[in-house]
């Protein structure tokens, strides 16, 4: 049986393509959870904050000095 380079060039970009799309899926998978958790910090300081309703139009009377 002979050596052929067309088989292995082709195993190899399979599994190039395989590792490429495993990597893609990750990153959506990765993208997906942050959003999920940047959802769920934000109902948490909103959460938060409606028990201060007052704190919600205050702003810092030190940020706006005119000089």
Do not use: V, W
Not at 27 to 43: F, L, N, P, V
């Amino acid at each position: 049986m002979a050596f052929d380079p067309d088989y292995l060039s082709d195993s190899s970009s399979t599994n190039n393509l395989r590792r490429e799309r495993r990597r893609q899926e990750d990153k959506r998978r990765m993208a997906y959870r942050r959003a999920i958790e940047d959802y769920r910090e934000s109902q948490h300081l909103q959460a938060t904050f409606c028990d201060f309703p007052e704190l919600l139009g205050q702003t810092d009377q030190r940020s706006q000095r005119l000089y």
